[in-house]
């Protein structure tokens, strides 16, 4: 199964609503006061189980799916509307499952509901023959949103296989052109240094600076035409970019909300400033167990602070290759990047709206 499945946490306590079947003996039948503290005991357990299940990824689920039978195993003497609880547990294993483990566990879970049925006194004569139709049928939603997930995410594939193909494209088209430039130039640079050499060797200086002088023309001729080669090599904008970034936190199942004013900046560190929130986004969409997600810009005197932050929780926070680059590209524009970890993981950017060698020189 593919580690990238998961469901979507925001609409889980509007499914709920499908625990009717739970609810119903409540209103129609007089139980014992610790039946009620049983059926609240077992409600409660289910709820930790379910919402276990909606943070899981689908390698993990088997754990609150076993949570879930187990607990409507126990609390079906007691109250035979427990095939809500059943039917939960159901869709969860036509969402995780491949189709040859989906169906030996339906078969348990079925025969599971018939040998309930067939040796416990259960009150409610419709058990098996409600309960059957009922728990198949919402497995099979479990396996029609495994397949939109699915769907979804070989979509998701071939735009980023689109996109690395174009990058890939403009790169070649890059490294064409500056090997056209570049060969061409420091060929001439070699042969005008060794000629000024010569011509300095034999005491001929006016020549020797003729020569000097070409060749810093040259250069700075060739230094012009690979920044127009480069220059070419653009991203769609600092907004743009943003709301890409925020559409795919919420395709991932997190409110996305964003907060100030994107800024303007030059190319550069338009540059440095998306890549950064690239992989900060994507740090959280694989490693944050939480459902927020808040992106703010905010400009304080000479310098700009952009803020990241979500509510996910991490046993211990690593910083790997990733953030390492990521400080090393700020440094490069005077920019810097701080963790901070409480009630989920922050990232800090700060950045001089001037350049640091404008700075410099306006100090001085």
């Given at each position: 199964m593919d580690k990238g499945l998961a469901l979507e946490r925001k609409m889980s306590w509007v499914y709920l609503i499908n625990l009717i079947f739970y609810f119903i003996p409540l209103f129609t039948v007089r139980f014992a006061v610790w039946q009620y503290i049983s059926m609240a005991a077992a409600l409660l357990l289910f709820l930790a189980c379910y919402f276990w299940a909606h943070r899981s990824s689908n390698h993990q689920m088997h754990w609150p799916i076993l949570g879930i039978v187990l607990t409507a195993t126990l609390i079906t003497p007691i109250n035979p509307g427990s095939v809500s609880m059943f039917a939960f547990a159901s869709f969860f294993i036509g969402f995780?499952?491949?189709?040859?483990?989906?169906?030996?566990?339906?078969?348990?879970?079925?025969?599971?509901?018939?040998?309930?049925?067939?040796?416990?006194?259960?009150?409610?004569?419709?058990?098996?023959?409600?309960?059957?139709?009922?728990?198949?049928?919402?497995?099979?939603?479990?396996?029609?949103?495994?397949?939109?997930?699915?769907?979804?995410?070989?979509?998701?594939?071939?735009?980023d296989e689109i996109k690395q193909l174009a990058a890939?494209?403009?790169?070649?088209?890059?490294?064409?052109?500056?090997?056209?430039?570049?060969?061409?130039?420091?060929?001439s640079v070699i042969l005008k240094a060794d000629l000024a050499a010569k011509l300095l060797a034999h005491q001929q200086t006016e020549p020797a600076q003729q020569q000097l002088i070409e060749l810093s023309q040259i250069a700075r001729d060739a230094l012009s035409q690979v920044r127009q080669s480069v220059s070419g090599y653009k991203h769609q904008g600092l907004t743009a970019e943003v709301a890409k970034l925020l559409g795919r936190l919420r395709d991932a199942g997190f409110q996305a909300e964003l907060s100030g004013d994107v800024p303007r900046l030059d190319n550069r560190r338009e540059t440095a400033i998306i890549l950064a929130l690239t992989e900060l986004i994507t740090n959280v969409m694989r490693h944050s167990k939480g459902d927020s997600c808040q992106l703010s810009f905010q400009q304080q005197g000479p310098a700009l602070h952009i803020c990241l932050n979500d509510n996910g929780q991490f046993a211990q926070m690593k910083e790997g290759n990733g953030l390492t680059g990521l400080r090393e590209r700020l440094a490069a524009i005077g920019g810097t990047l701080?963790?901070?970890?409480?009630?989920?993981?922050t990232a800090s950017i700060q950045l001089p709206l001037q350049e640091p060698s404008l700075l410099q020189d306006a100090t001085q």
């Open positions: 995780a499952y491949s189709l040859r483990r989906y169906l030996l566990l339906m078969c348990l879970l079925l025969g599971l509901l018939v040998l309930l049925d067939l040796t416990l006194d259960i009150r409610w004569h419709l058990f098996l023959m409600m309960g059957l139709p009922i728990v198949l049928a919402v497995s099979l939603l479990g396996r029609a949103e495994q397949a939109k997930q699915r769907h979804y995410l070989a979509r998701q594939q071939s735009e890939m494209v403009e790169r070649e088209r890059i490294g064409r052109d500056l090997h056209d430039i570049l060969g061409h130039t420091l060929s701080t963790l901070q970890q409480q009630d989920g993981v």
